[in-house]
């Protein structure tokens, strides 16, 4: 017999049991759930302000009824949810360049939240990370890229393949995640991306198959339109006291050989052979032994020397800990990438090689129909060799959209962040152009703060309801202080200023904090609300006392420099050249073991003269 007492422990087990199995039972595939990366190794989570992740893979084409033995197309992405909402909830889609670079060093080293701690962690940074305000979708494409992959006879060959293929990806995305498909989005990234973004902007604005209200586009330090960036090595390198009287023959013999094939023929192709040699020429001039050991410029930041023959590739320094992290298997299973054969690259050399654009003429062609539409901001570290911000200006300068040609009479704004100078600001007729100071190819990683401050300009985050994280770090353009914030050419309005907001009294305050999370998260927040109401009651009861509230707070080192070490990888493609360049570094010999970057001393002292006077440029 059993005794009551005995039937009902065994229901209140079962009942037990059934919530466990519930709880802990495998996500459906293809759920949102199924995507959702509770904890990433290494990272303490500030549980205060929590990150959401989500990331996997998806197929960048139509599911076939009989699938075949090969893998199909798949991209992969990491998605970080916006941690506040301002005045309204944002998308960027994040991508890097190569091509066949992945974005995960836009996550882990430019606009991410994190960074490599050093130590085979990671490491929170206190403020710059995109998803401050904005759902943040970083992406590895095309196929092969990063954690994408895709049996290697479906690697991509042209860029509207390539914006097909994320078209297609974005609609399966958005079949999971269907809230995020009608958000204002901005698609984002840099350099060899500055080929991507356009065709996939005027994707975006063609197809039918989503309906995501693109917003605008940032590229930084982008390649975009070698008729005139090519020639503008030879102006940023004579600006910058790079080119020794010995070498300046033969530099200018290649710079013929360049205009004399631009002047005959309208080309407009992405990688234009006839023109290498402007910047390999600038760059041998520039090898010099130190110590017994050849070293060369660091063509993403001319502050710095590399090894020859990397030349910048070994750099930046975190990358060997992002190579380590990204290698782990409780992080790669913790990032749903296990579908992945191969170990994670920073660049695939396939990808690259397989992408040969024969049939893809360079994006600039597609600005003046796209600035029609949307606006497009270019922005460019100061000190990048390889996308140089004279080659943006001269590009700039060269075309013609909505009815003129160039910035025309613009004005061009100083710009200050955080009390210091961050650089120029002009915009016109939909196309806005920064330069931003003391940074290199990859902004993010020099200036956080600053490259966040730019993208919530450009995004128009309306800072009036906002306090706390950013909104208290002070920026300007032109004299007028955030939250009054200039978009146009148009005469300068003086908006009323922040002034001291407080988080005690200001309202909005706490719409702010709100977090655009789903349905679960709400029911779990409320119910943590009520037991935490419950608990504090009874803890006041007995100890009469009120719970300290924790604030947002700034826990963790900003800067932080890996020591490198040998990565074997580095050869197999370089990050965000155009193929001739890639050609150079990738032919010869094996990229010797890592050297810290050290501040190149024959390029000084004219240099940081010009980086003093801040005139304002067109
Ligand atoms: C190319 O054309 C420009 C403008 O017409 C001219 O100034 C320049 O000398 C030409 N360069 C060569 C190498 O033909
Ligand atoms: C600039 O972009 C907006 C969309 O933000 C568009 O409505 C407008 O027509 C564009 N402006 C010009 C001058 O084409
Ligand atoms: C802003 O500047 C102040 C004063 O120089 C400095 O203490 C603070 O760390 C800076 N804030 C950020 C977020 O960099």
Redesign the pocket.
């Known amino acids: 017999m059993i005794s009551l007492g005995c039937m009902a422990k065994r229901a209140l087990a079962l009942v037990i049991c059934l919530l466990v199995n519930g709880l802990y039972a495998a996500p459906a595939p293809g759920s949102a759930a199924s995507f959702y990366v509770p904890n990433l190794p290494g990272l303490k989570q500030d549980s205060s302000h929590p990150l959401h992740i989500y990331a996997g893979h998806l197929p960048s084409v139509q599911p076939t009824a009989s699938p075949t033995g090969n893998a199909q197309p798949n991209l992969y992405f990491m998605m970080h949810k916006a941690r506040r909402v301002a005045d309204r909830e944002r998308v960027i889609l994040w991508f890097n360049g190569g091509p066949g670079c992945s974005s995960f060093d836009g996550s882990m080293m430019e606009v991410g939240p994190w960074r490599v701690d050093g130590q085979g962690g990671l490491k929170l940074i206190p403020s710059g990370g995109w998803e401050e305000y904005a759902t943040i979708i970083y992406i590895d494409q095309p196929v092969g890229t990063g954690f994408s992959y895709a049996s290697t006879d479906q690697y991509v060959h042209d860029l509207g393949e390539a914006a097909t293929q994320l078209i297609r990806f974005m609609r399966n995305f958005y079949d999971v995640f269907p809230e995020l498909e009608f958000m204002d989005t901005w698609i984002a990234g840099e350099s060899f991306a500055g080929q991507y973004i356009p065709y996939f902007a005027d994707a975006f604005l063609k197809t039918t198959l989503i309906k995501t209200p693109l917003k605008g586009i940032a590229i930084g330090n982008g390649w975009i339109d070698g008729r005139t960036q090519y020639p503008a090595y030879y102006e940023f390198a004579k600006k910058n006291n790079m080119i020794k009287p010995e070498s300046e023959a033969r530099i200018k013999t290649e710079l013929d050989r360049c205009t004399k094939y631009l002047n005959e023929t309208a080309t407009n192709i992405v990688n234009i052979g006839e023109c290498d040699g402007i910047m390999n020429s600038i760059n041998q001039g520039l090898i010099q032994s130190v110590n017994g050991k050849q070293v060369c410029l660091n063509v993403y930041d001319i502050r710095l020397v590399d090894d020859f023959p990397a030349c910048g590739m070994n750099w930046p320094p975190d990358l060997s800990g992002v190579y380590d992290y990204l290698r782990r298997d409780d992080v790669i299973n913790a990032l749903h990438a296990q579908a992945k054969t191969e170990a994670w690259v920073e660049c695939n050399g396939r990808v690259s090689q397989q992408l040969t654009l024969m049939n893809s003429p360079s994006s600039i062609t597609l600005f003046p129909h796209i600035?029609?539409?949307?606006?497009i901001m270019l922005f460019a570290g100061d000190q990048d060799f390889i996308c140089n911000h004279v080659g943006q200006e001269r590009m700039v300068e060269a075309l013609n959209w909505?009815g003129a040609k160039g910035l025309g009479d613009a004005e061009t704004y100083d710009w200050d962040v955080n009390g210091t100078y961050a650089g120029t600001w002009v915009t016109a007729?939909?196309l806005t152009y920064v330069k931003i100071a003391q940074a290199s190819h990859m902004v993010g990683f020099d200036v956080p703060i600053v490259a966040h401050d730019m993208i919530l300009r450009f995004m128009g985050v309306d800072f009036h309801a906002l306090s706390g994280g950013s909104a208290s770090i002070p920026s300007s353009v032109g004299g007028v202080s955030k939250p009054g914030i200039i978009f146009d050419d148009s005469p300068v309005s003086t908006s009323p200023s922040s002034g001291g907001r407080n988080s005690q009294t200001d309202p909005n305050v706490w719409r702010s904090y709100y977090n655009s999370g789903t349905t679960a998260l709400v029911f779990l927040l409320i119910v943590l609300g009520i037991v935490a109401i419950v608990y504090i009651a009874r803890r006041r009861r007995r100890y009469g006392l009120l719970p300290k509230t924790s604030a947002y707070t700034d826990h963790v080192d900003l800067e932080e420099r890996v020591p490198l070490s040998t990565n074997e990888d580095a050869e197999v493609s370089s990050r965000d050249l155009p193929n001739g360049a890639q050609k150079r570094l990738n032919g010869g010999a094996p990229t010797p073991p890592q050297q810290q970057t050290e501040p190149i001393f024959d390029l000084g002292e004219e240099e940081e003269d010009q980086e003093t006077p801040r005139t304002s440029q067109h």
Request: glycine share 0%.
């Open positions: 600035l029609e539409q949307i606006p909505n007729r939909n």
